[in-house]
């Protein structure tokens, strides 16, 4: 059960083609930013600059399907299709899940599923409404962040009102969400994205889960930080995790004190629902029953006139497990219910034939490509990279992983509804002559293989070059293809396929391995920001002896210079054009071989109005869905 | 036949005085039938013939065999396996028109009624009730699984509505009819806990639970002891008598019919080639058949065979205090000895070339833990054998294996010791590969055709395989075998038990012969007295492990000294009969 | 036969340790994800993931990690934590464990109900129209993939999804002691499809024992006795030839109990082999040794009762 990017993890925000331009800053005021060269120091991840108003670039194109589009076809939803107001209040919704929830504390979920539960029952300072990612609308915060000129504070005031689910129930104040934010610090807690976003306040860094002295909360409904560099826009982005939920540090310390922390056994909400709990809070074994079901009921303590979702339904059941296509019959044909993770190809293809209007395409979801090795082996040469581009397959690659319903022929880096999208040549992608051809182009790549020193077109040197996919399918189908390719060419192949936790863990996360060829490797971004995109993939800054996610070790000195430039442009349109010229960059150098753009279905049964999260691959948002 | 007043009411009180035949309730008056049986015949077949249908045709095992059977009469029914007496006793129970393929035909009549035109149901309450049978191996013909005391009660209730409790009081009073002792205790036994002759007198008892008027008996002592085999026969005639119940006992063994029947019949491929009484059969045989069997049969009283010429040579094999143990262990984890079963308890004896030593003795005697001893298949625990001076006791590895080729074994039951995926020549052949005699692959066939031809098979059959071959082809095959290597001794261990009294004719006729030309030695184990008597110069008995006499064949069957071989001699069966001398006491 | 018990529960501990101590090395030697990675989350920082490794215990020498897992483990019966989901692994096991022994013993009762009768009725009308198919019959189910059939019958018969709405469909299962009457509907699927291939084999093998049975001497006894031949065939005949089969019967059971995962995948039952799966996917290894322990645990247990039942049945065993 691999899915197609890895892990569906945080959510993309990718702006619908077609939707309004928004004027800038929406919901986050930005003052004049100065254009620090020296900075973009990123300390094992990506920045995130999202909330500086992203809107909508050009047009996506409205083209038949038959011409491959990143529309949806006639029928089908989509997320910004979807009317946010006027649904049914009450009803108990369904919802079936092969997959189960990976974390279900704030402080920790990092996933797609699990941020269908989180976004429904945690408040953070800020996040999005279901059909944009363009604008962050105050969640827990009363307005937009207040970043400072020179970017090293940034002040969040607090809406009054909102109280904790019980057995807490008190109003939540400014301290409650500083807690919630030191406890990422917490070795017990771990919060993936701590030291990423918040490693640049005063403190992080020795910060243990202890009092951060860099968080300050001047009144219970103001909190303030303070940097020691002038990343304020980053921290104020990144406001939307649910880091930045509230926790009620009397309630969560003696959890948090256990290794690990059985705060996600208990559990507050703030949220207009919550999980189900017993007297003393305890979710785990009565609203969460691990691969079992999990429930969420209303959560009494909240109230709709502090919170912009409607929460139209009841109660939310969530059935763990079972055999995806059994739960596609069951959803399609039955009433009541979704599906809220990933859906079998089968079950796509048969949701579009008869019950399309039952169907959602979220575009996108994510790319999948091939990284190839740019630092040893045969593949650091330029010209036998931009032969395996030229030799593959696209379309068939594709066709294993559904066709052109749920997939587009991926043509470059950024993929659709990022901005810098088009600029970087949109759908057909930059028209070099390894790129024209998505079937495959034997000649081209024949003459690429020439150019790079084997005259007969075919390789001819004595490696043997190591290629690692991922089991299951489509992985493998399209790891075989990859595989038959190679040995087109003329290599020499030890071709193995694993687990695909397994295949980042031990092989193409891990440099020292020198595998050369990775052909089930994928990217989701966590906002919709050109950089979010391209950054840690193809930074050789980024670069980790362990868990790298620079699966090709890219490494261009230009190219590294021109993302470091980049990263501190402000504005939408800048940074799409800058970012899409690094785009066309990697492009020239094919620093790793495009494979496809992923659009992430979603069902529903016929009596449901599901709203779905743009900005978490389509979900369908608990908080906006209604029965009809 | 009348069976007195309260017949179908079995009281298990006894009567005053009348012992054990009370529960019978036979009045002192009533009409018993007396041995010979007069009046209307209880038994009467007319032409029955059995025929199985199968791939190749239609056989016929039983061809047209006629015969009648008084009321209290015993009637034995004789011939080799392949005569289909077993099948005409069986017949009469009407258990083979039932099988798959069978055809029968014939008339039956049973007190009248012709059983072969009954039906079915009908037939179920006469067997068992007025009809009942005795199997050759009480092992297998008991139910495992069901203590003998339900298996009684299950013939009784079968035919009788009695309630358990009272059945099973008379089972106790059957089993202590048949001569168990203890039989309230041994009523809840299991088969297997039972020795052979127990469970004989236990499936006796079964068969008498309903008083039936007939008892056919299969070759019922067959699988027994020799002595337990008398013990078992005098049981049968002493309950004919007392029953008033016709018998028909079928077996093989001349001797055995001639202690019970009156009349005998012989078979012979399905049919009866002769009919006369016991006394007349065995005075004046009149068909050839007949007169083949009983030549062949070898008796306490043949002739020994001729005297060696006297060889002052050392002996060949030496054996002084042989003992074996084998340990019994208990212990949850670590298994400590707690005691021993001896099977052998310090022996003694030698054996000169070229003579033939016999070891006799009955199931349990230790004489095949003897006859391993000596070939080396078990190591001895105490005491020492010596082979042409050497101990072999402590050989091992490849100085074991060189004895090997001096030293021979043939095997008793010729069905299972030869390997059924080797032909008859590579397993003849085996040896010499084994032990690098004859490495050259094409000289070892002609060795191996050699051998066949020695031992009267035909060199051209050494491709086949041995199921192919009768079971006195196979003892002959293996016996070339035991010949391939030309040991100095050979150890024969009950080489002609399972064999027909012709065949085993044959094949002694053939050890005998082969002891002559070739200078054979032989050590040959038996349970059967008239074997060893035709076949060995000198002849030890063993009894619990000990030898309890060893004297020349004239000798022992001359005049015996230790009550164990007297007894053992006296139990042979057929003595009387076949016997014109009287065995000295 | 104490004696002979306790011998045989003191080897099956030592067996239990031995398979517990083997899950643990090769949990640690083949290339699996590791734990602590795949808790961190994609990207995490390699001081976080030290971090979430120390607290794991992962960093401790291998011989410590195991030292205390078994400590812990037979002495106070703590099968550790879950590294996923922080619940204890013992509250799992036994919050899944009444689903799969629902599953199991309904199964095996409806396997033997018809496995048995049809092998009976098949060996004593050998070759027989009836006997061919249903021996025809039972090659088809032994054949048939136990996920494949599952979801034909789903399509077939589920009420939710099938052609004819008979039984509820997947993921409908209750407790028993939270509703009966759901717990026994829900199960009527899923014990068909687990129970198809075994009635199939046990069909077989009831043929062939019986089969065998009947021609023994004993039989031709009881006929000889009078005893009427449908007392024959049952007491006589099926008495002999139940005895091999119970012995595997046992064993199978024993086997189930460790988890039918492909069944409880498909009808989405939460039982033990649907845990252990999820398990091996997160690298969970808590939950994966304890619910190999309690496969094994059953295997074992499973075996002893064989011999015991073994030696009451055939008298003729005796214990050495």
Redesign the interface.
């Known amino acids: 059960?691999s899915a197609q990017a890895?892990?569906r993890?945080?959510a993309s925000r990718a702006t619908r083609a077609g939707a309004r331009r928004r004027a800038t800053k929406g919901g986050l005021a930005m003052s004049s930013t100065r254009r620090n060269t020296k900075n973009a120091l990123l300390?094992?991840?990506f920045t995130i600059l999202a909330a500086l108003g992203l809107a909508a670039c050009g047009s996506g194109g409205d083209a038949p399907l038959g011409a491959g589009s990143i529309a949806a076809p006639a029928g089908v939803q989509t997320p910004a299709g979807e009317s946010l107001t006027g649904g049914t209040h009450g009803g108990t919704l369904t919802v079936?899940n092969h997959q189960?929830f990976?974390?279900l504390d704030p402080g920790?979920a990092?996933?797609s599923v699990d941020y269908e539960a989180m976004y429904a029952t945690q408040r953070p300072l800020y996040s999005y409404k279901p059909n944009t990612f363009a604008q962050a609308t105050p969640d827990l915060a009363s307005g937009p962040p207040q970043i400072s000129a020179d970017r090293k504070t940034v002040t969040v005031h607090i809406r009054s009102g909102v109280h904790f689910s019980p057995p807490v129930n008190r109003e939540v104040t400014s301290a409650d969400v500083a807690y919630a934010i030191e406890r990422g610090a917490n070795?017990?807690v771990?919060?993936?994205?701590?030291?990423?976003y918040y490693g640049a306040v005063e403190g992080a860094s020795k910060a243990d889960g202890g009092p951060i002295p860099g968080i300050v909360t001047p009144n219970s409904h103001t909190i303030v930080f303070h940097l020691t560099e002038p990343k304020g826009q980053i921290l104020a982005a990144a406001l939307v995790l649910p880091l930045s939920a509230p926790v009620p540090p009397e309630f969560a310390k003696p959890l948090d004190a256990?290794?690990?922390?059985?705060y996600?056994?208990y559990l507050v909400a703030t949220g207009p629902y919550m999980f189900k709990s017993n007297a003393q809070g305890k979710v785990?074994?009565i609203g969460y029953?691990?691969?079992?079901s999990a429930t969420l009921v209303r959560n009494p303590n909240w109230s709709a006139s502090t919170d912009f979702r409607p929460a139209y339904l009841n109660q939310i059941d969530i059935?763990i497990?079972?055999?995806p296509?059994?739960?596609g019959?069951?959803v399609l044909?039955?009433s009541d219910m979704v599906q809220n993770d990933e859906v079998a190809q089968p079950i796509v293809q048969l949701a579009y034939e008869k019950f399309r209007s039952q169907l959602e395409i979220s575009a996108g979801a994510g790319s999948n490509y091939i990284a190839v090795n740019n630092k040893q082996g045969p593949f650091a040469n330029v010209n036998v990279r931009k032969a395996l581009w030229a030799a593959v397959d696209r379309v068939a690659l594709n066709k294993a992983r559904g066709g052109e319903l749920v997939t587009n022929v991926m043509t470059h880096f950024i993929y659709p509804e990022i901005p810098g999208f088009e600029q970087a040549g949109g759908l057909k992608g930059p028209q070099v002559d390894y790129n024209e051809h998505p079937e495959g182009d034997m000649e081209v790549a024949a003459k690429y293989m020439r150019q790079a020193g084997y005259p007969s077109g075919k390789y001819t040197g004595g490696k043997t070059i190591q290629v690692v996919g991922a089991t299951g399918s489509p992985n493998s189908t399209d790891a075989e293809i990859v595989n038959q390719t190679l040995e087109n060419l003329g290599f020499k192949t030890k071709f193995s396929l694993?687990?695909s936790?397994?295949m980042?863990?031990?092989f193409c996360g891990v440099p020292a391995e020198e595998i050369d060829v990775c052909p089930s490797v994928g990217w989701v971004a966590d906002f919709g920001d050109p950089q979010a995109v391209l950054d840690?993939p193809f930074n050789g800054e980024h670069i980790?002896?362990?868990?790298n996610?620079n699966y090709g070790q890219v490494d261009d000195p230009t190219i590294n210079r021109k993302m470091a430039a980049a990263e501190l442009l402000v504005g939408e349109q800048a940074r799409a054009a800058a970012w899409a010229s690094i785009d066309r960059e990697l492009v020239a150098q094919a620093a790793a071989i495009p494979m496809s753009w992923a659009k992430q279905p979603q069902i529903e049964a016929k009596d449901v109005a599901g709203v779905g999260d743009i900005w978490n691959l389509g979900a369908w948002d608990y908080s906006f869905t209604s029965l009809k | 036949m009348s069976r007195g007043p309260g017949s179908g009411d079995w009281e298990p009180e006894p009567r005053a005085g009348a012992g054990r035949d009370a529960a019978f309730s036979v009045s002192a008056g009533g009409a018993r039938a007396r041995v010979r049986g007069d009046g209307e015949p209880l038994l009467r077949v007319r032409d029955l013939r059995v025929g199985f249908s199968g791939e190749e045709g239609t056989a016929w095992p039983v061809d047209g065999v006629s015969f009648g059977l008084a009321r209290g009469g015993a009637l034995g029914i004789v011939g080799e396996s392949g005569s289909g007496k077993s099948l005409t006793a069986l017949s009469v129970l009407g258990l083979t028109r039932t099988a798959p393929g069978a055809h029968v035909s014939g008339c039956i009549e049973f007190e009248g009624r012709d059983l072969l035109a009954v039906p079915e149901p009908r037939l179920r309450e006469i067997r068992g009730n007025e009809i009942a049978m005795v199997f050759q191996d009480p092992l297998s013909s008991l139910h495992p699984l069901y203590r003998i005391g339900a298996q009684i009660v299950e013939a009784i209730r079968a035919h009788r509505p009695l309630p358990k409790a009272r059945a099973r009081a008379r089972a106790i009073e059957l089993l202590e009819l048949v001569g168990i002792p203890d039989p309230a205790r041994r009523v809840d036994a299991y088969p297997h806990e039972l020795s052979g002759g127990q469970r004989q007198r236990a499936m006796i008892a079964m068969a008498l639970a309903n008083e039936p008027k007939l008892l056919l008996a299969d070759e019922p002592t067959t699988a027994l002891d020799v002595t337990v085999q008398a013990q078992i026969l005098d049981l049968l005639v002493r309950l004919r008598r007392e029953l008033s119940m016709a018998l028909v006992f079928v077996t093989h063994d001349l001797g055995v019919v001639a202690e019970v029947a009156d009349e005998v019949l012989v078979m012979q491929r399905g049919r009866i080639v002769e009919r006369a009484s016991a006394a007349k059969l065995f005075d004046s045989p009149t068909h050839p058949y007949t007169r083949r069997l009983l030549a062949a049969m070898p008796t306490i009283d043949g002739p020994p065979p001729p005297p060696l010429p006297a060889k002052d040579a050392e002996p060949l094999l030496r054996v002084r205090g042989l003992v074996k143990h084998f340990p019994i262990t208990r212990g949850v984890i670590v298994r400590r000895r707690v005691g021993a079963v001896t099977a052998v308890e310090g022996i003694d004896f030698e054996v000169m070339p070229g003579e033939t030593f016999g070891i006799v003795g009955e199931s349990g005697s230790g004489k095949t833990t003897t006859a391993r001893l000596i070939a080396r298949l078990l190591a001895p625990t105490a005491g020492e054998v010596s082979f042409q001076g050497r101990d072999v006791a402590a050989l091992r590895g490849r100085e074991l294996k060189a004895l090997r080729r001096e030293l021979q074994m043939i095997f008793q039951d010729p069905y299972s010791s030869l390997n059924p995926r080797k032909t008859a020549g590579s397993i003849v052949a085996e040896p010499l590969a084994v032990h690098r005699v004859e490495p050259d692959r094409a000289r070892r066939r002609r060795a191996a055709e050699r051998l066949l031809e020695t031992v009267g098979l035909n060199p051209g059959d050494r491709n086949r395989y041995p199921h192919e071959f009768s079971g006195g082809q196979r003892q002959r095959i293996g016996i070339a075998r035991a010949l391939a290597l030309e040991p100095k001794l050979i150890v024969a261990d009950e080489p002609v038990s399972a064999l027909d009294v012709s065949i085993q004719a044959q094949v002694l006729e053939l050890l005998r012969s082969l002891r002559e030309r070739l200078g054979l030695t032989l050590i040959l184990i038996s349970h059967d007295l008239s074997v060893v008597r035709h076949m060995c110069d000198r002849i030890a008995v063993m009894h619990e492990g000990r030898i309890v006499e060893l004297a020349a064949n004239e000798d022992l069957y001359g005049a015996p000294r230790d009550p164990y071989t007297r007894e053992l001699l006296a139990a042979v069966p057929g003595a009387r009969q076949l016997d014109r001398r009287t065995i000295h006491a | 036969m104490s004696r002979y018990i306790l011998r045989r529960v003191l080897w099956g501990l030592l067996l239990l340790i031995l398979v517990s101590a083997l899950t643990f090395v090769l949990f640690r030697i083949l290339p699996t994800a590791d734990p602590a990675r795949l808790r961190a989350g994609r990207n995490a920082n390699p001081k976080v993931i030290a971090e979430i490794r120390a607290n794991l215990g992962l960093n401790k020498p291998l011989l410590d990690q195991f030292w205390l897992y078994m400590k812990g483990l037979f002495l106070h019966f703590d099968l550790g934590y879950s590294y996923y989901s922080g619940a204890s692994v013992r509250s799992l096991l036994f919050d899944r464990l009444p689903a799969t022994l629902s599953l199991t013993i309904g199964a095996a009762i409806l396997w033997m109900a018809i496995g048995l009768p049809v092998g009976i009725v098949s060996a004593l009308r050998r070759r027989s129209r009836l006997d061919r198919a249903s021996m025809g019959a039972s090659l088809l189910l032994v054949s048939a993939p136990e996920y494949w059939l599952g979801l034909i019958v789903l399509y077939l018969f589920a009420s939710d999804i099938g052609q004819l709405r008979v039984f509820p469909g997947a993921g409908s299962y209750a407790g028993l002691t939270a509703d009966p009457t759901k717990w026994l509907t829900s199960l009527m699927l899923p014990w068909m499809v687990l129970a198809a291939g075994f009635a199939a084999v046990y069909a077989r093998l009831m043929r062939t024992s019986l089969i065998e049975t009947m021609g023994e001497d004993y039989i031709r006894t009881a006929r000889a006795k009078g005893v009427p031949e449908r007392q024959v065939v049952l007491r006589h005949g099926v008495r002999a030839a139940i005895t091999p089969i119970l012995t595997i019967f046992a064993l199978d059971v024993g086997v189930l109990l460790g988890g039918a995962v492909l069944v409880e995948t498909v009808f989405d039952i939460p039982g033990i082999g649907r845990l252990n799966y999820d398990a091996i996917t997160h690298a969970d290894f808590p939950i994966i040794q304890g619910t190999v322990l309690l496969a094994a645990l059953f295997i074992i247990v499973a075996n002893i009762l064989v011999d015991i039942v073994y030696a009451y049945l055939d008298p003729r065993v005796r214990f050495s």
């Open positions: 059960m890895p892990n993890k945080p300390a094992g991840a079936l189960d990976e974390r920790q990092y996933s070795p017990n771990a919060n993936p994205y701590f030291s990423s256990h290794k690990p922390t059985e996600g056994n785990l074994g029953e691990p691969g079992k059935q497990g079972g055999d296509d059994v739960i019959h069951q044909e039955g694993v687990d936790s397994v980042y863990a031990k840690v980790e002896a362990e868990n996610s």
